[in-house]
Each structure stands twice: as C-alpha cells, then as structure tokens.
C-alpha cells in the first residue's frame, strides 16, 4: 500500500541522505544545468540584450536572475534552516516540483526585488560564468551532504516555508523555466537574426 511504502522510505532516510537521493539529484541538477545553458547556446551579445518590450526580460537578464537567485536560494538551503520539528509526512510536494518543469509560464510570477537583473554582470559570458560557478556550488554541496534534507526546514521568498529537500527540487527545477522564457525571446518577431552563431568545434 503506498502509505506503508511512504512510512518505510521515510523510516529508511530519516537522519542521513542515502545515495539513491544523492544520486538522482546531482543527475538532475547537472541536466537542468544544461538544458538551461542549452537554451542560449551561440547566442551573440546583440541578440542577449534584445527585449521583446521595454518592461521584459532579454536573454542577458534571464541568465543574470539565474545566476542571483541560485545564489540565494542556495544560502537558504545551506545556511538559513533549522532542524524540523516531525519527519515529513509525504514526498507529494517535493515530487510535484520535481515534475514541474519549473512551473506553467502562462502564469506570471515576480520575482523577488533583490533577484531581479540589473546588469551587474555587464555580459552574457560573465552572467554565464556567474550562474555555472552558482551550480557548481549546489552540486558541491550535495555531494558532500550526509544529512536528510527533508528532515531541515528553510523557506522559498515567494512559496514561503518547505524542507530543504522540496527547497532543493525547487532550485534544480528553476533554470527550466527560464529555458523556456529564452525559448519565447528568440521566437519574437523582432529579435535579430543575422548575428553570426557560435558553432561546436
């Protein structure tokens, strides 16, 4: 019955993460990672900047926001929890993040002040830099990680309070939702065209 297999599961990771968990994660952050970077590839300076309107997003502050807010959704996750109260009762919410895809685009979400882009970074290849070494980070950590995360509790700045573990399928998600952002950029009628692609060697 699948309440039993829950009380099992939880039973069985309570207090340390095993190395399924650890290993599903890092294959899904490292996948996440390239689909996002994926979704830029050959992209030059120009076509970066592009805005489909005035108050939108280009490509350039999409890789920025990702870059800031892997940065401080990280923080949360590594720094700002405390230890819960009661084991989790259910994987549902952790699993509906994970299968998410980053969230349904049709509806809006603001990001919080301090993640949105403001061109710190002054490029595309510095934004990218900055949102790798961010990732880096992430996949460090939970490889290094011996503790069950659903067992801390932080929170999201807009979802408000979770475990770490759903706080951690949030972060590995995020960048899809953004691939899908670039994704409407680039269909744009007005987004350029002619620039000169970077190819593979």
């Known amino acids: 019955m699948p309440g039993r297999v829950g009380c099992a599961f939880l039973c069985i990771t309570m207090g340390r993460m095993q190395p399924t968990d650890r290993d599903f994660l890092l294959k899904r952050l490292n996948e996440t990672r390239d689909t996002f970077l994926a979704s830029f590839q050959g992209v030059s300076e120009e076509q970066a900047c592009f805005k489909p309107a005035p108050d939108r997003w280009s490509i350039c502050d999409c890789v920025e926001h990702m870059a800031v807010a892997e940065t401080g959704l990280f923080r949360q996750l590594s720094e700002n929890w405390v230890t819960a109260q009661a084991p989790p009762t259910s994987r549902e919410r952790e699993m509906a993040i994970l299968n998410s ?75 899809l939702r953004h691939a899908q952002q670039i994704a409407d950029i680039k269909r744009n009628a007005g987004y350029p065209r002619c620039a000169v692609q970077n190819t593979r060697a």
Do not use: W
């Open 101 to 175: 895809n980053g969230g349904n685009r049709d509806q809006k979400a603001k990001a919080p002040e301090r993640a949105c882009p403001t061109g710190r970074f002054g490029s595309l290849a510095e934004a990218t830099k900055q949102f790798t070494a961010a990732r880096t980070r992430t996949i460090d950590y939970v490889m290094a990680c011996n503790d069950d995360l659903r067992m801390r509790t932080s929170a999201h700045p807009l979802i408000g309070p979770m475990n770490c573990m759903e706080l951690l399928a949030f972060i590995i998600v995020h960048p």
